[in-house]
T-cell receptor, first 110, second 114 residues
Framework: QKEVEQNSGPLSVPEGAIASLNCTYS??????FFWYRQYSGKSPELIMFIYSNGDKEDGRFTAQLNKASQYVSLLIRDSQPSDSATYLCAVNWSGNQFYFGTGTSLTVIP | DAGVTQSPTHLIKTRGQQVTLRCSPKSGHDTVSWYQQALGQGPQFIFQ???????QRGNFPDRFSGHQFPNYSSELNVNALLLGDSALYLC?????????????FGDGTRLSIL
């Protein structure tokens, strides 16, 4: 059974702080990992993807992957109120299906 | 550069009716996936189309069917609508045959069943 788990939150951080979002998955055979941001009433927007163990940085965002421990995380540095949204973790195993977690709600407090 | 476009934006139907949702992929993309997102949940994979064929299907009944056209656009059809089909239906496009390519979502169609 392939499952993706996220803490639903809400996670609250002050403006300028680092927000840390975590995601665990059930099957070691996973291939690729994606983070999406979803504002209320809107569709998911791709933020980052990562395929290999380690860190991948893009601007204020860093994705971290540890396949041995079966987790992937997203760090948001210098958090802004505009970062307030639900963050969805998606995992692709072999095949073409993306499995999504239920998302973590993030609130950045001015 | 046109992104993924979906139509209609909103739709209201009654139980037992049939509905067709449409999607045009991002320019340059040839693969279309459909997802159902219930309130407070993550998107659930319905199926994926590539080269005009259904390549993979999630855990959805046969009432859900689809089609992909030569220009890569796609339709999702749902027959015999149930109250539980009320959700946001998302189309995502990607490039090529590899399943690990990033998927880009359209704005979705919000379907309400009365």
């Amino acid at each position: 059974q392939k499952e993706v788990e996220q803490n639903s939150g809400p996670l609250s951080v002050p403006e300028g702080a680092i927000a840390s979002l975590n995601c665990t998955y059930s099957d070691r055979g996973s291939q690729s990992f994606f983070w999406y941001r979803q504002y209320s009433g809107k569709s998911p927007e791709l933020i980052m993807f990562i395929y290999s163990n380690g860190d991948k940085e893009d601007g204020r965002f860093t994705a971290q992957l540890n396949k041995a421990s079966q987790y992937v995380s997203l760090l948001i540095r210098d958090s802004q109120p505009s970062d307030s949204a639900t963050y969805l973790c998606a995992v692709n195993w072999s095949g073409n299906q993306f499995y999504f977690g239920t998302g973590t709600s993030l609130t950045v407090i001015p | 550069d046109a992104g993924v476009t979906q139509s209609p934006t909103h739709l209201i139907k009654t139980r037992g009716q049939q509905v067709t949702l449409r999607c045009s992929p991002k320019s340059g993309h040839d693969t279309v996936s459909w997802y159902q997102q219930a309130l407070g949940q993550g998107p659930q994979f319905i199926f994926q189309y590539y080269e005009e064929e259904e390549r993979q299907r999630g855990n959805f009944p046969d009432r859900f069917s689809g089609h992909q056209f030569p220009n890569y656009s796609s339709e999702l059809n749902v027959n015999a609508l149930l109250l539980g089909d009320s959700a946001l239906y998302l189309c995502a496009s990607s490039l090529g045959g590899a399943g690990n390519q990033p998927q880009h979502f359209g704005d979705g169609t919000r379907l309400s069943i009365l």
